[in-house]
């Protein structure tokens, strides 16, 4: 049995070796040009290299997102930045535009290409004609179901690979083709801009009263007609697997290293104590409680089970849950001394209590009670935005564990 494919965002360089180390199979990312998270750092091309021997270095493959749909006055900036990777070990290309597979195609002809979920793939059909053209896999649109994926896989050559979302934000329009980011400021979702207007809060207007706002429900509070919940399919990987899927893709490019320390290790978990015992596997809440200690909206399952209801929406508001801030990471540990180099995130005062959590650990609760400065010299709290200090641990640590606070 082929293990199912963990495939992380790594939005900037930072982000993708978080993802590598806390236990992604796979990472995903944008270049500077030509890809659809264009508020994300993403990558040059010197980080992209050191990117992707990170990753190989620790058996960790690299998806490059050329994801836009070109204009025409894209095409000879984009034939330029595919001759300015080409040298670069990139596993796979995420690509939805005929042109741009075209154009990798003939400046990269042993480029893996796997299709975006931006170019709708919905049924077997499209599916084999994308194979015909040398597509290897297909990511799937958010609006289909298991039942149909699973039909998808059996009317398709067993080369032909599924990869499909598995936790996120979900878009409110037919998978990314929303043109409300357009309308309302100039900024064109399928070349990388969205300005998630989803997530606006609206009131109604009737043409004949204007300048008179009604809200939409029975409160007034206004609300979120547009606001859907993120997808989260933690609980669920045995259907995904049994549905043909061979690849789940954490979307959070924009989010932070936080955020994807905690989804990836959730999923990690899930996963591999699957396949450690498929017939007797049991999902572990404390997975899912460990997860939302990252900033998260309320989840749905999308359309895998059925289509959405009103009870897949949330019209109060489009805030998140932050029940724990960041408060540090580790750069370095000192097992003589029991002292971590901490780089600071937010604010943490002596006599705090925090929980130390890394990859494929649990955690460990303690107060602070030691805490120094660069120079060595005590001092009572850390307020400066990613200040270097030196910390007591009470258990050891290594490098890119983080520190949380309850808020």
């Known amino acids: ?52 021997s990170y990753a190989h270095a620790k058996g960790v493959k690299c ?28 596993d796979a290309f995420i690509v939805s535009d005929p042109a741009i597979i075209l154009t990798i195609k003939e400046l990269i002809p042993n480029a893996e290409i796997h299709l975006s979920t931006q170019a709708n793939m919905t049924n077997y059909v499209t599916a084999n004609f994308w194979h015909d053209l040398g597509v290897k896999r297909l990511v799937m649109a958010r609006e289909l179901t298991l039942d149909e994926i699973a039909e998808i896989n059996d009317k398709t050559p067993d080369d032909l690979e599924i990869e499909a979302f598995g936790h996120g934000a979900m878009c409110i329009s037919y998978s990314g083709r929303c043109l409300l980011s357009n309308f309302m400021t100039g900024r064109d979702a399928n070349r990388g801009a969205c300005a998630h207007p989803c997530r606006y809060k609206y009131r109604l207007e009737e043409e004949k009263r204007p300048g008179e706002y009604w809200p939409v429900d029975e409160d007034n509070r206004g609300t979120y007609i547009f606001n859907s919940k993120d997808l989260c399919m933690l609980e669920h990987i045995p259907e995904m697997i049994k549905a043909g899927i061979v690849s789940i893709k954490i979307e959070g490019r924009m989010k932070s290293i936080f955020y994807v320390a905690h989804v990836i290790s959730a999923y990690r978990k899930a996963i591999d104590a699957y396949y450690a015992d498929p017939e007797n596997y049991e999902f572990n809440e404390e997975w899912f409680t460990e997860m939302c200690k990252a900033s998260h909206r309320e989840f749905t399952t999308g359309f895998y089970f059925n289509k959405p209801t009103a009870e897949d929406q949330n019209y109060l508001t489009s805030a998140y849950t932050r029940d724990y801030s960041f408060v540090g990471l580790v750069k370095t540990y000192d097992e003589t001394t029991g002292m971590a180099i901490i780089e600071q995130r937010n604010k943490m005062s002596i006599g705090d209590e925090i929980e130390i959590f890394g990859p494929g650990t649990g955690y460990f609760k303690q107060k602070i009670e030691v805490m120094l400065d660069e120079e060595g010299q005590p001092i009572e709290s850390a307020p400066h935005p990613q200040q270097i200090l030196q910390m007591k641990m009470a258990q050891p640590v290594l490098p890119m564990f983080m520190l949380r606070k309850e808020q």
């Open 1 to 52: 049995m082929k293990k199912l494919e963990l495939l992380a965002p790594a939005g900037d360089l930072e982000k993708l070796k978080i993802a590598v180390d806390y236990g992604a199979d796979a990472v995903y990312f944008g270049g500077e040009l030509f890809s659809l998270r264009a508020g994300a750092g993403n990558l040059s091309l010197d980080e992209i290299r050191e990117g992707v």
């Open 63 to 90: 998806h490059m997102a050329i994801n836009i749909y070109a204009h025409n006055e894209d095409i000879d900036g984009l034939r330029d930045y595919i001759t300015s990777i080409k040298d670069i070990d990139i």
